[in-house]
T-cell receptor, first 114, second 112 residues
Framework: GAGVSQTPSNKVTEKGKYVELRCDPI?????LYWYRQSLGQGPEFLIY????????DSGLPNDRFFAVRPEGSVSTLKIQRTERGDSAVYLC????????????FGPGTRLTVL | SQQGEEDPQALSIQEGENATMNCSYK?????LQWYRQNSGRGLVHLIL?????REKHSGRLRVTLDTSKKSSSLLITASRAADTASYFC????????????FGKGITLSVRP
C-alpha cells in the first residue's frame, strides 16, 4: 500500500509570507505526527493528532505555527509570517494508533525562507 | 530537547564488516525505534523494540535493549555499501503521548 506522502517536496518562500504543508498519512492510521529537522540534527516533535483532535501541540515553537486535521486523515501544517529560522525539513509520520506502535515517515517538505 | 544520544557520531567501515551503533536515553520508555535516513530526507523505519523486550532481529539487523542501563544497540552484520546512511534512535517515553525523541544520529559510511 501507499506510504505517507507530503506535498510540496520543496517550498521556497520569502520572509513574512504564509505557507501550508500537506501530509497524507497511511490509510487507516489514526495517529499523525509532525516533526521538524534542521541540518545535522535529529527530528524534533511539533504536534500530534489522534483522529481529528490535536492531542499534544507542546512542540510548536510559537503561535505562528498551527496544524489541522479536519477529517481525521489529511493534515495541514500552517506557518504564518515565516522567518528565516523556520527553514528546515518538515516531516510527517503516521501510526496505526497512538501508543507503542511504529511511526512511518513521509519524505518531508524542505522549506527555505529567504 | 533531544534526550537520546547515539555514539559514535560517525563510523566508517569496510564492506563485509559489522557495524555497531549505540544509543542512550535518560527517562523510562515504552519503546525505542531505530531509523535510517538517506540524503537528509524521509526516515525509513528499521525496528521497534518494546521496554519488555531485550533483543530483536530483522534480516541483517539486531537490536538489543538494556532498560537498566537505559541503552540500546543496533548491529548491522555483513555491511554493504548501500547501508551508508544516517541512523537514528528514537525513544517513546512513558507519558509522552507517543511522540518520539530523537538523537542527533550516527553517520555510517561503508567503503566498497
Amino acid at each position: 500500500g501507499a506510504g505517507v506522502s507530503q506535498t510540496p517536496s520543496n517550498k521556497v518562500t520569502e520572509k513574512g509570507k504564509y505557507v501550508e504543508l500537506r501530509c497524507d498519512p497511511i490509510s487507516g492510521h489514526t495517529a499523525l505526527y509532525w516533526y521538524r529537522q534542521s541540518l545535522g540534527q535529529g527530528p524534533e516533535f511539533l504536534i500530534y493528532f489522534q483522529g481529528t483532535g490535536a492531542a499534544d501541540d507542546s512542540g510548536l515553537p510559537n503561535d505562528r505555527f498551527f496544524a489541522v486535521r479536519p477529517e481525521g486523515s489529511v493534515s495541514t501544517l500552517k506557518i504564518q509570517r515565516t522567518e528565516r529560522g523556520d527553514s528546515a525539513v518538515y516531516l510527517c509520520a503516521s501510526s496505526l494508533s497512538a501508543g507503542n506502535n511504529e511511526q512511518f515517515f513521509g519524505p518531508g517538505t524542505r522549506l527555505t525562507v529567504l | 530537547s533531544q534526550q537520546g544520544e547515539e555514539d559514535p557520531q560517525a563510523l566508517s567501515i569496510q564492506e563485509g564488516e559489522n557495524a555497531t551503533m549505540n544509543c542512550s536515553y535518560k527517562t523510562s520508555i515504552n519503546n525505542l525505534q531505530w531509523y535510517r535516513q538517506n540524503s537528509g530526507r524521509g526516515l525509513v523505519h528499521l525496528i521497534l523494540i518494546r521496554s519488555n523486550e531485550r533483543e530483536k532481529h530483522s534480516g541483517r539487523l539486531r537490536v538489543t535493549l538494556d532498560t537498566s542501563k537505559k541503552s540500546s544497540s543496533l548491529l548491522i552484520t555483513a555491511s554493504r555499501a548501500a547501508d551508508t546512511a544516517s541512523y537514528f534512535c528514537a525513544t517513546d517515553h512513558t507519558g509522552a503521548n507517543s511522540k518520539l525523541t530523537f538523537g542527533k544520529g550516527i553517520t555510517l559510511s561503508v567503503r566498497p
